[in-house]
């Protein structure tokens, strides 16, 4: 590799790949393949020959990268700080009042409510999301039927190639609704832009998810070795559905194996295990340097209404932001018509519900201009209010050193073993502080 030559293989050397795919299409030369790092867990640009870079001039592999640069205010539209979510219409928290979609969804179900109206009332052609291929393999397809839509996965949490919603937009003429998580709907925004004469399918409306994070194969790999699952016989992996935690369902050959997302140390063995692999040391390192959590360029954002409000709840509610007023009066009459059960909400609601350092990527600002101040590769992301300091001592060490560490080692060698010992001295922390929190219990019954 030609250090260099600037190319996508900036991204891949810093390891901040999202797999959307979009520099593949973009790439004039079709130098760039897709393909599974087994060492990183994820997918990511291979260019097997650079001599057409050498007099490629526009540098389109990066133009379209979510990781490269990115301004928020020309992209979204968001020119107005004092909007500290993005730009928007309208909030709400709620669900879909058909309890099966609601069941079987991630969240509150809206989003399956609204590709059943769009399809039905013939505005799109096609909805563009994610179907199962085999084992852990998801990717984007084109739904026409209502009824097929429905069956579409909730949120699959590990890393996908999503390339394949370009290859759609590029060879199927047609207006579609497209699904993405924030990275993956930048991309193919930028793709829109970069590569116009490309573009054939027409995106009309974009429904975007708010996204902490994605977690790399390791994740599963190591927590299905630990629960004496075989990895390598994975038929599928779903987390979601059920109630509004759900549970993680490894399928294999031999059967199902179901682990709640929500573990109760005293009663479940798989606790540890499962928050030290779904924990952000596990997370696509680009996750740790992201912004757009809240899914800026969407028209309409959804996400888990983690509030206290719906705590004693047992199915999901969702909280949506409106960020395009046609999809809002949609909504208003999925409302009226008594299809989604939907209450106006706040701003504050949206941060309190995804915390304020996630919503406002204010980590992932900090730990960018610290690794800019030392002279590293970062991506620079233009937003109307940044955050200007540097990363404290505990925000660089915890949330970006300590992962950064971990992937290293993972990657190159003993990452079972490291996993072990983690599982090992969290459990012993846990121990103790359940154990004093016991006594505690004990002591003020007395
Ligand atoms: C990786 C990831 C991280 C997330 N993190 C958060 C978070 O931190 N906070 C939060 O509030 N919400 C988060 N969400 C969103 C949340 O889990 C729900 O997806 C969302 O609330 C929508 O719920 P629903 O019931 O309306 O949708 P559902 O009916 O469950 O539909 C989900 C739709 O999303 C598509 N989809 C699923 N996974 C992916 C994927 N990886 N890439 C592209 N499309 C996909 C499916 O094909 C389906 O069409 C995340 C989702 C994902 C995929």
New binding site residues.
């Given amino acids: 590799m030609t250090e260099s030559i600037l190319n996508v293989n900036l991204i891949t050397r810093n390891d901040l790949c999202v797999s959307c795919g979009a520099c593949k299409h973009a790439c004039p030369a079709q130098a760039i393949q897709i393909q599974m790092n087994d060492a990183k867990g994820f997918y990511e640009p291979i260019i097997a020959n650079e001599s057409p870079c050498l007099t490629c001039e526009n540098r389109p592999c990066l133009a379209v990268c979510p990781s490269y640069e990115e301004n928020f205010v020309e992209l979204a539209g968001w020119s107005d700080p004092a909007q500290q979510i993005g730009p928007y219409e309208a909030i709400y928290t709620g669900?879909?009042t058909d309890s099966e979609?609601?069941k079987?969804?991630?969240?509150?179900?809206?989003?399956?409510?609204?590709?059943r109206y769009y399809l039905e009332t013939g505005q799109v052609d096609g909805?563009i999301?994610?179907?199962h291929i085999e084992g852990l393999e998801?990717e984007?397809n084109v739904y026409t039927e209502v009824d097929d839509?429905l069956q579409?996965?909730?949120?699959?949490?590990?890393n996908?190639n999503?390339e394949k919603a370009i290859e759609i937009l590029k060879s199927r003429p047609g207006r579609y609704l497209l699904?993405?998580?924030p990275c993956?709907l930048t991309s193919i925004r930028k793709w829109e832009q970069t590569c116009r004469e490309q573009v054939i399918g027409q995106i009309v409306v974009t429904?975007g998810?708010?996204?902490?994070?994605?977690?790399t194969r390791h994740t599963l790999q190591h927590f299905a070795r630990w629960q004496g699952v075989d990895y390598a016989d994975l038929q599928n992996a779903t987390?979601?559905?059920g109630d509004k935690f759900g549970a993680l369902v490894l399928e294999t050959s031999t059967g199902s194996h179901s682990f709640s997302r929500r573990p109760n140390f005293w009663k479940d063995a798989h606790t540890i295990p499962y928050q030290v692999a779904f924990s952000r040391t596990y997370n696509n390192q680009r996750c740790l340097l992201c912004v757009e959590?809240l899914n800026y360029l969407a028209d309409l954002a959804?996400?888990?209404?983690?509030l206290d409000a719906f705590k004693h709840e047992k199915d999901?509610t969702?909280?949506i932001i409106v960020r395009k007023k046609s999809v809002g009066a949609v909504v208003e009459e999925l409302i009226v018509s008594g299809r989604l059960a939907l209450k106006p909400a706040t701003e504050k609601a949206v941060i309190d519900?995804?915390s304020a350092d996630?919503a406002q990527g204010i980590s992932a600002q900090r730990i960018i201009n610290r690794l800019k101040a030392e002279g590293h590769f970062a991506p620079t992301y233009t937003l109307p209010a940044p955050v200007m300091e540097q990363a404290s001592e505990s925000v660089w060490q915890k949330n970006y050193l300590e992962p950064k560490r971990f992937r290293e080692v993972t990657w190159a060698t003993g990452g079972y073993g490291l996993y072990r010992w983690r599982i090992i001295k969290r459990w012993l922390i846990t121990f103790r502080n359940e154990a004093l929190k016991a006594v505690v219990r004990w002591v003020k019954r007395k």
């Fill in positions: 669900y879909n979609v609601r079987r969804a991630s969240s509150g179900g809206i989003i399956k409510e609204l590709c909805v999301t994610l179907r998801y984007p839509v579409t996965p909730g949120s699959i949490y590990h996908i999503f699904i993405a998580i993956q429904v998810l708010i996204c902490g994070w994605m977690f987390y979601r559905g959590h959804v996400g888990d209404a983690w999901g969702s909280i519900s995804q996630l």
